[in-house]
């Protein structure tokens, strides 16, 4: 029930509703969309002392302080061994929130893959443990991230067009909406492919690079 609750709170009833609808038609039609959202001008500011970066040694030390369980101990070594950087928060010497960036490879977003161009560093796998939200850790961690970004390249992330709550909240760091990108499968067999141009920027070119099967 609280996977439930937590999905009305943040998408709205009727989000849930259409979900729950498109759920019981999905062996017949499944429909995904991300939003690409990218900054234009990134504009670098100040170091966060609270913000540091995640090591290896770190996540060991989670694990034995039972910061983190043995889920999130394999995710976050596989993360760092895949070209992520990863960025967090500790809160009396506990775990708090974290996030990463992926500088190169390939991208995962649902069942779909991305390859990153060259330019491009994806935004990924942010989160504030419950106990610890409402102190804008994610925020902190956003903009500590999107600073680490070197210049001359793309921050870029995909959003679900449900999640108005971080479209919002990425919206104040500098992101647009760039692209939407769509999978139509009929059967779980057949996959329509679409992507919709939300602005048509100099970014466009190099975005769409990732998508091999355009």
């Not at 509703?17 to 900054?39: A, E, G, Y």
């Not at 991208?107 to 161009?117: C, E």
């Not at 850790?137 to 390249?153: Q, V």
């Amino acid at each position: 029930m609280d996977i439930i609750y937590n999905y009305i709170k943040q998408f709205g009833l009727t989000q849930f509703i259409i979900r729950f609808f498109f759920k019981l038609i999905s062996p017949v039609l499944s429909i995904k969309s991300n939003l690409v959202l990218t900054i234009i001008n990134q504009k670098h500011k100040e170091n966060i002392n609270e913000v540091k970066l995640i090591s290896e040694n770190k996540i060991n030390l989670w694990l034995e302080n039972r910061s983190i369980s043995i889920e999130y101990f394999n995710n976050f070594n596989k993360l760092l061994g895949n070209n992520c950087i990863g960025y967090y928060i500790e809160i009396n010497n506990e775990l708090a929130a974290w996030g990463f960036v992926q500088t190169k490879g390939t991208y995962k977003y649902g069942s779909y893959f991305y390859d990153l161009p060259e330019s491009v560093h994806m935004l990924k796998n942010l989160y504030v443990k419950p106990n610890y939200r409402g102190m804008s850790l994610g925020k902190k961690i956003n903009e500590a991230r999107i600073n680490a970004i070197p210049e001359g390249c793309i921050p870029c992330v995909f959003v679900i067009p449900e999640n108005k709550y971080a479209i919002r909240n990425l919206k104040l760091y500098g992101f647009q909406e760039q692209l939407k990108i769509s999978h139509t499968s009929w059967f779980k067999k057949y996959t329509y492919t679409s992507l919709e141009l939300i602005q048509d920027t100099k970014l466009n070119k190099i975005v769409i690079k990732g998508f091999k099967t355009l």
